[in-house]
């Protein structure tokens, strides 16, 4: 015989080439080079990311570092340099481990009240509106994070439930307009105020959201020229100190003090906007304005007085 004794080939048939691409040795040493590969890829992007992340630590530390707590927690009571309030007349102390002050102009204090508060907010449907203050007490500019936990409500500002505040002066004050996205019959959110590099530094505002007896159609919001009558009292004394009717813009207006403005956001009134003779379909509410919102920064004998006014829509917004 002059063939292989165990094969039924015959000796001269040749096989063919097998090619590289399917050449069995020749795919398992692609794989082990790809995989190669691909490690030392993900080991040259850690260390990419890693560098990049160390060097934003190391451009900001200073910055991290420049916030000592003293600058922004008065050391007596141990509270944070600032307050956060609805304008509405509708709020209380908290967690009840405060009382309300007996004359709020009196108070021998670094801060306009005593302690954080819960606030109620009567609506008249989706798409209304209200004004938070947010107060600084301290003697810094300060940088806050404000966030909204719960739903329903977004800042009037960029239309989410978050906000950043950069250099709030320090004595200074800042309105901003929430707005209701939903309807709600009642409904509760927290409002946390936090400085932007102590993010446990954190002031609470608790808000009830509850529907009124009558929806209206239009919901008064930043920038709405109204006319409204308003009354004015001394918020201790009750005395009345004027009333009257004026055009004012929602929102910020300086042709009067800045509370005045701010008092008229979340006035609402019917598709007829006041101008149907013996008609008042339009709402009216209560503010309660610390100096920093009234006459504080004036000569005006009103300059230390708190102010409690109650504003009606007569006409509007007009356009």
């Not at 209380?92 to 009240?113: C, G, I, K, T, Y």
């Not at 105020?193 to 008064?220: F, K």
């Not at 920038?223 to 918020?235: K, L, P, S």
């Amino acid at each position: 015989m002059t063939g292989p004794w165990i094969s039924d080939t015959a000796e001269e048939i040749e096989h063919p080439t097998v090619p590289l691409g399917i050449n069995r040795m020749a795919i398992p040493r692609a794989a082990i080079l790809l995989s190669l590969s691909m490690i030392a890829l993900i080991f040259i992007s850690t260390l990419v990311v890693g560098y990049s992340a160390w060097k934003f630590l190391d451009m900001n530390q200073d910055a991290f570092d420049a916030t000592d707590r003293s600058l922004i927690q008065d050391p007596e009571s141990e509270r944070w340099y600032w307050e956060a309030i609805l304008l509405y007349d509708t709020c209380d102390p908290r967690q009840d481990d405060w009382s309300w002050p007996e004359a709020l102009s009196e108070q021998d204090d670094l801060f306009l009240l005593p302690g954080e508060v819960r606030c109620d907010w009567e609506h008249q449907g989706a798409g209304d509106r209200a004004s938070l203050a947010i107060h600084n007490r301290g003697s810094q500019p300060l940088d806050l994070v404000l966030e909204i936990i719960g739903g329903s409500i977004v800042f009037g500002e960029g239309g989410e439930p978050d906000l950043t505040i950069t250099d709030l002066e320090a004595n200074d004050s800042l309105v901003l307009e929430l707005e209701l996205v939903e309807e709600v019959t009642e409904h509760n959110v927290q409002i946390i105020v936090s400085h932007l590099q102590v993010m446990e530094a954190q002031v609470i505002l608790d808000l009830t959201v509850y529907a009124g007896a009558q929806p209206r159609d239009i919901h008064v919001e930043d920038g709405d020229q109204i006319e409204v009558h308003y009354t004015v009292w001394d918020a201790d004394t009750d005395e009345q100190l004027d009333e009257g009717d004026l055009l004012v813009t929602a929102g910020d207006d300086p042709a009067w003090i800045e509370g005045f403005g701010w008092s008229a956001i979340g006035l609402d009134i019917d598709s007829d906007r006041g101008l149907l003779p013996g008609i008042n379909s339009g709402t009216s509410h209560v503010t309660l304005l610390p100096p920093s919102l009234a006459y504080g920064n004036s000569d005006n004998e009103l300059k230390d007085r708190w102010l409690r006014f109650e504003l009606e829509i007569n006409r509007g917004p007009l356009t």
